[in-house]
DNA sequence: TTTAAAATCAGTAACGATTACTATTTTATT
DNA sequence: AATAAAATAGTAATCGTTACTGATTTTAAA
């Protein structure tokens, strides 16, 4: 990602154009108005790179699909198994807890996932995105 | 899941042998020394039969694989993205902030994914899984 | 400006995890 | 044993994503 390109652009203005948790396959219908012949790969590619360079962040529901959020401020994202809504959540004291009482939202499995580094990978410099 | 079958019992006992986080094709390589000839969607479907029984968890860590957890109690799983090791983690007070400490293990970026079912939704008694 | 190297592109083929399909076998019930 | 429902093996298809290739665009320097 060391040059500029009009279709990045164009993705990543779509991306912050939206509160949603888009997909890839949403972001290149919805590109695709403003670069009609894009190309999907493009689409891929730009994403992976913004991802990279930690201007979108990736949000795994579970769903199969990769979501993107120009929001990489720290929240959680509460995500409904039944109509696959992704819900923006701040963190209070006991992020658990205060899910029911401040969203009425509930946790079906109390399961969560949280990326990084290991103690034994931490030291390890070469430690790509 | 009406019927007792040879195959998904071997799937379990599989499963329940390891306290690793198996995906499917773990699972089916491991299997298939107990049954040879057992099919890949066999497989596929009764791990989805136990997951919505609830005797398997369902874990998504990015990776573009399905991982499976015979332990269904209240637990984190710190995925590691340099190694893939994946780290079972017991909640204390602040989860977040006892994660360094505790297994000194760095969030990369601080935003976590909750499953469960939106104050919308919970009220429709008819959601599967 | 012209130019050349590097980066990016469009288009398409390939990939890998998962799901769907079908004819056959197994299970539970009579 | 006879029957119907459920589960199977094997294979084909699906779908999100990645890889490839030759053409185009961008950058930086002459």
Redesign the interface.
């Known amino acids: 990602m060391k040059n500029y390109s009009r279709q990045r652009e164009a993705i990543l203005s779509v991306i912050s154009s939206t509160d949603t948790h888009p997909t890839a396959d949403w972001i290149y219908t919805e590109v695709r108005k403003l670069i009609p012949n894009i190309s999907l790969g493009t689409v891929y590619r730009n994403l992976a790179d913004l991802r990279q360079s930690g201007m979108v962040?990736?949000?795994?529901?579970?769903d199969g699909k990769e979501h993107f959020?120009y929001d990489?401020s720290?929240?959680?994202?509460?995500?409904?198994?039944?109509?696959g809504?992704i819900?923006d959540?701040r963190?209070k004291?006991?992020?658990?807890a205060s899910?029911s009482e401040d969203?009425?939202?509930?946790?079906?499995?109390?399961?969560?996932?949280?990326?990084?580094?290991?103690?034994?990978?931490?030291s390890?410099s070469l430690?790509p995105?």
Chains 1, 2 share one sequence.
């Open positions: 962040l990736s949000v795994d529901v579970g959020d990489t720290p929240h959680l994202h509460l995500s409904c198994k039944a109509c809504k819900i959540a963190l004291s006991d992020p658990i899910l969203y009425g939202f509930v946790p079906e499995i109390p399961v969560y996932v949280v990326r990084g580094y290991c103690a034994a990978c931490k390890n430690n995105q």
